[in-house]
């Protein structure tokens, strides 16, 4: 229970107002004020207006702040997102408080817009969530009720060939069950893992040539990239080298985005001078790297162009998962009107299997 009141808080209530939570640490920072006062005043401040979970929050803030022995990233671990956190790492790269500041004032205007492209994702895969547990509820329906109804009626070896292979998935859908749930969850479970775990070139390759089965992934790809390109921008701003705001972000990264950017590292080692080639690693969609070349090429170079891409470029991000979304929004569709359709006609060729039947039996007696 504690966990889920824990998840709440956070997700529910805090999520939503950590914009301002940023922007008030900024100034804090700024005016040059304790960071373990700071926490202190906004616990007791939640104590005495009688909101003890958020206190929690500030709580937990405090230990982890011990913890982590001043890290803003330590400090916020657990509490925000993956996206805030490379944020964070970067920001603790900061010589100097006005530094410190500005990333957290960037931090907590990009808020929205990588919100924005989140709530993009979930909404897509929130669909598929919810119509294929409606089709599987709707195939349990037909085999624990219709399917031995009709047997009783005519047994499966007469009905037609659609009919038939529908009996067959009802009979393993209540006979396996204690295998298929299992192994749904289990398999559900590694495919959730895969998304920030999966690495390598056989990820690359799965990205850039599989249709269907790699819309997930690419827009959990397109939503890591938006991450990346903020991150590594706010460390560009506060005028830390290229190298070292990669290597900020690499503490802080998934294992997926970890590879991408030990790859780009690799790549600038070994031809430090074709810097936008470097960038090639399948992380940036085709058109959003070909706009890093092309801003790259501006007057500021590789690095304001990059910056120029994280602030004014994301839009091309967001028409990425919107592309994406519109694909697997197209695809569930698909899903629904096949499966949907195969049990209505595999029900009506199993009516008429049973009619031609007894059609068969009346002429025969007569």
């Known amino acids: ?53 958020q206190a929690d929050i500030y709580a937990e803030m405090l230990d982890n702040l011990n913890q982590s022995k001043g890290s803003l990233r330590g400090m916020m671990d657990g509490l925000v997102p993956t996206s805030d956190l490379l944020l964070l790492a970067a920001i603790d790269r900061g010589r100097t408080d006005q530094e410190k500041h500005d990333g957290l004032i960037w931090l907590a205007s990009t808020i929205e817009t990588l919100n924005e492209l989140k709530k993009l994702i979930i909404g897509s895969v929130a669909i598929l969530g919810f119509i294929v547990p409606i089709v599987a509820v709707t195939l349990v329906i037909i085999a624990t009720n219709f399917i031995p109804l009709f047997e009783k009626i005519l047994t499966h070896e007469y ?17 396996w069950a204690f295998v298929l749930v299992p192994t749904l969850i289990i398999l559900t ?66 294992p997926f985005l970890r590879w991408h950017i030990e790859t780009i590292l690799d790549n600038l080692k070994n031809n430090p001078k074709s810097i936008t080639e470097a960038f090639d690693t399948g992380l940036l969609a085709p058109d959003l790297h070909l706009r890093l070349a092309n801003y790259s090429h501006a007057k500021g170079g590789f690095e304001s162009g990059l ?59 007569s």
């Open 159 to 175: 009905w037609s060939g659609l009919g038939q292979s529908l009996y067959w998935v009802s009979y393993i859908a209540t006979n």
């Open 307 to 365: 910056i120029d891409l994280a602030t004014n470029g994301l839009k091309h991000v967001k028409g990425e998962v919107e592309k994406s979304s519109k694909y697997l929004s197209i695809l569930t569709i698909i899903f629904v009107v096949l499966s949907l359709g195969y049990l209505y006609f595999s029900n009506i060729e199993i009516a008429y299997s049973i009619k031609n039947h007894q059609e068969a039996n009346i002429q025969s007696k």
């Open 189 to 254: 479970y590694f495919i959730y893992k895969s998304f920030s775990n999966w690495v390598g070139n056989s990820r690359y390759l799965f990205e850039k040539k599989a249709r269907v089965i790699r819309l997930p992934y690419l827009l959990y790809r397109d939503y890591m990239s938006a991450n990346f390109l903020v991150g590594l921008s706010g460390l560009l701003t506060t005028k830390v080298s290229l190298k070292a705001s990669l290597e900020a972000l690499h503490e802080a990264a998934s």
């Open 1 to 53: 229970m504690k966990t889920l009141i824990r998840w709440w808080n956070i997700n529910m209530i805090f999520s939503k107002r950590r914009g301002g939570f940023y922007v008030d640490l900024a100034h804090a920072i700024l005016n040059a004020d304790s960071l373990l006062r700071f926490l202190k005043a906004g616990e007791d401040h939640l104590i005495t207006y009688e909101e003890p979970r």
